[in-house]
């Protein structure tokens, strides 16, 4: 036993992250492209539209948008059966309101997924990925508002339409679950557009906001069914798992609620309906969320067809007696973190895969993991990257025995940035996760020139033998 035949290996990335020129071909500014270059434990400013004298990492990212021949032929050569990438919502529809799609934008994607098809390479597609118009963003608040559900179903519909017979794989909106994390700009700012005022209650907000974006993705998955019914269209979170810190029965409990909020945004999409655990929370805090008629069936009609996951870290929760309810992480002492933090659990994948696989009984994707390292050439001009290395083996044996021994029904395996591209959280160049190197600095300084690491080499052979050989 092994992996499926037909398992689709590959690697993925944004849009933002990688395609730069973001004014050409008549795109519109992105929520990534009015955020400036942060650092480790330093996070990147939002700035009120794109200032002079500020440096945006995005503007340029790799130049993808013009390098993607080049790109898409090394990606080839590592023996990719998919890529996963998302659709620049800007470049479709630029301001995000307009009537019309911009032809141009519509054009790149269909030269690029023809660039793929030609090496047999399956696109799998982010509608939403940390790139929504920012127009919509001082023009509406974002997905506070309601409007925001025509906007991207229109948006989806045209993308549905124009590509029905070049992609088969979609996903609504990336990490949705990020943006529980109240306190971090960053987190609602990309998923949904919003930053939170003054004093008003940021968990309400989020309620009506994530009922926005539930309906948004409810109504594309049934208009891509009828466009096409043999689509495959998903949610996507960020999983990470949260250990309870003792077999301490509080510390128990504190890991579940710490895991329902993650599960809270996979729940309504997978399985069709609010969980009565989040609908007791708002009716205890008072939350009156403005739902429509309808709101509800059209949840139930939308729910996704399998479960795209990123994973990269594990987290442990402790009960705070000073503090019942609230969330207090406490370091894992069986595992190392990496430089920005990021704490590295392989068997966390597999506990990750078995969760899912048992709470919804869906199709997995693994659309992203991986390791973000400091690197550089050696004197050889090849950047030596053992550490990667093992990171993907150890976390592809966990995924393998997920598969082979607890039977979890897997689709496909796509490492986060196969080429060097811009950190979503840091707007860092230097957080480097691919097997190919970019030369390129956190300042924009660099060649842009593409070298294989010596990771390539490696995942080139893992594909070749289906993963029996790491
Ligand atoms: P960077 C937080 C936690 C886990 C994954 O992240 C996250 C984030 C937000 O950054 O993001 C995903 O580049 C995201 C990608 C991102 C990738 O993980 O911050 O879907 O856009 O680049 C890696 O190191």
């Not at 519109?28 to 700035?47: F, L, N």
């Not at 995005?58 to 080049?70: L, W």
Request: hydrophobic share 40%.
């Amino acid at each position: 036993m092994s992996f499926p035949k037909g398992f689709l290996w590959g690697g993925a990335v944004a849009a933002h992250q990688l395609e730069g020129a973001w004014q050409a071909g008549g795109k519109g500014p992105s929520v990534a492209d009015v955020m400036t270059v942060g650092g480790p434990g330093v996070p990147r400013e939002i700035t009120d539209g794109v200032l002079p004298g500020k440096y945006y990492p995005n503007h340029e990212a790799i130049d993808f948008y013009h390098h993607y021949k080049e790109d898409i032929a090394l990606l080839a050569q590592l023996g990719f059966k998919c890529f996963r990438t998302s659709i620049a919502w800007t470049r479709i529809f630029p301001n995000g309101d307009e009537e019309t799609p911009n032809e141009a934008g519509l054009k790149f994607y269909d030269d690029l997924f023809d660039e793929m098809h030609k090496y047999g390479m399956e696109p799998v597609i982010t509608l939403s990925h940390f790139e929504m118009p920012y127009h919509l963003v001082t023009e509406y608040g974002g997905w506070r508002s309601r409007k925001l559900v025509d906007l991207f179903v229109r948006f989806a519909g045209v993308c549905f339409e124009r590509y029905k017979d070049k992609v088969k794989y979609w996903m609504t909106f990336n990490e949705i679950n990020n943006q529980r994390n109240l306190d971090d700009p960053f987190a609602s700012f990309t998923n949904s557009g919003v930053r939170y005022e003054e004093g008003e209650d940021r968990e309400a907000v989020l309620a009506q906001v994530a009922h926005h974006e539930f309906i948004a993705s409810a109504k594309a998955v049934v208009l891509g069914h009828k466009i096409n019914p043999d689509f495959e269209i998903g949610c996507m979170l960020a999983m990470s798992p949260v250990y309870p810190a003792s077999c301490r029965p509080l510390d128990q409990i504190a890991a579940l609620k710490e895991m329902d909020r993650t599960f809270a945004f996979a729940d309504v999409q997978c399985r069709g309906h609010y969980p009565a655990y989040l609908l007791r929370e708002w009716e205890r805090k008072g939350f009156k969320l403005q739902v429509e008629d309808g709101d509800m069936a059209l949840l139930e009609a939308g729910k996704v067809d399998y479960f795209a996951l990123s994973y990269y870290m594990s987290f442990v929760s402790e009960y705070d007696a000073a503090a019942p309810g609230a969330r207090k992480e406490v370091p894992n002492p069986y595992v190392k973190a990496s430089d920005w933090g990021w704490q590295i659990d392989p068997v966390g994948l597999r506990y990750t895969l078995n969760v899912l696989s048992e709470r919804y009984e869906l199709p997995l994707m693994i659309v992203e993991n991986g390791i973000g390292l400091h690197e550089q050439p050696a004197s050889d001009g090849i950047v030596h990257d053992d550490e990667r290395i093992r990171y993907f083996a150890a976390h592809i044996e966990q995924m393998k025995r997920a598969v082979e021994e607890d039977g979890v029904a897997l689709m496909g395996y796509c490492p986060w940035g196969p080429i060097d591209l811009v950190s979503a959280s840091t707007g860092e160049m230097e957080k480097r996760y691919g097997f190919i190197y970019v030369d390129k600095d956190n300042q924009g300084n660099g060649t842009l020139k593409r070298v294989p690491k010596k990771s390539f080499y490696w995942y080139q052979h893992v594909i070749k033998t289906n993963g029996e050989d790491l």
